[in-house]
């Protein structure tokens, strides 16, 4: 086969299993499994505790089985703070025994099919399946990428057009190589993809026909969102949805910020979805420019409520503009309407 303008990666990637001995061979389960799981283990013990593994604790907590979680980093490291204490607190309620700081030492599976991880403390857990969810890894093994000088096995670096580059940043060769997708690491979500596919099947075009290349923030040819607003939403119980920088990645970032938090149980509609509702609205605003850079809402069905925040992130709407992005659902707009008088105050 022989490619007259582009070649595309886009090969994604697999769960990544840590060097804990006897892992592999104790046959553990991954995403994929525990998604396609025909059966529910009596124990099942879960080590991770980024959005995989709090999903998957949340389901088969609810399911019958007793989930431990081995949470290294803690719940939802990368969330706002509150949004993983939530969380915890929800999964300990349901039975969940969370443990923060756990890891594995060792892993055996006997012949009876009982599997016996061994803690770092010398703790013995007991259990008939254990799901790893501590990250992914690419697949770009066996792909042919030694004959362009990249290492096979390894994640893949692209400029914002998602060309791919080497280790002096530049593209491979006259920039014909593109990535797309977890492979590049930028965003480790099926939307991001697509929303990357996009991007690169358009810039492969342009270039084809010799047009410009909007490369510029926000252009046609970009995936500046990758950076800038990530829409996702975790499936727990409470949900969490969030867009765009946590007050800390803001930070982090250089940008001046004002972070400004609501509780989502003072909204009137939340008296009409449930009872003693409990939620959490965070708006991290970037003071210099006014506009907001990250949302975070933690509570039952705060998914319908993302929708507003990432139009007001990504179309970077002036706080004195802000109704006009908002739909005038009541729940919505009421929340915005608090968030904002709070700013104000």
Known sequence: MTARHAVVIATGSGALLPDVPGLRDAA??????AAAASAVPRRLPIIGGGVVASEMATAFAALGSSVTMLA?????????????????????????????GAEAASVHRDQAGTVHI???????????????????TPNTQDIGLGVVGLA??????????????????TPIGDGWLYAAGDVNRRVLLT???????????DVIVARAKGEEVEDGRWGRHVATADERAVPQVVFTEPEIASVGLTAAAAEAAGIRIRVVDYNLGAV?????HADGYRGHARMVVDEDRKVIVGFTLVGPDVA???????????????LDRL?????????VSEVWLRLLEAYSR
């Open 191 to 201: 939307h991001q993809g697509k929303y990357q596919a996009r991007a690169v099947g």
């Open 28 to 33: 553990p389960w991954t995403s994929r499994e």
């Open 72 to 100: 290294r980093d803690g719940v939802l490291p990368q969330a706002e703070p509150f949004a993983g204490e939530r969380v915890t607190e929800s999964l300990r309620d349901a039975g969940v025994s969370v443990r923060p």
């Open 304 to 318: 319908e409520l993302l929708h507003a925040a990432t139009i007001a992130v990504v179309g970077e709407v002036p």
């Open 323 to 331: 109704w006009h992005a908002v739909p005038s659902f009541p729940t």
């Open 152 to 169: 096979p096995g390894a994640w893949l670096t692209v400029d914002d057009t998602l060309r791919v580059v080497g280790e002096d940043g």
């Open 118 to 136: 061994t803690m770092t403390d010398d703790e013995q857990v007991e259990a008939d399946e254990v799901l790893v969810a501590i990250g992914r």
């Open 268 to 272: 009137a509609g939340s008296a009409l």
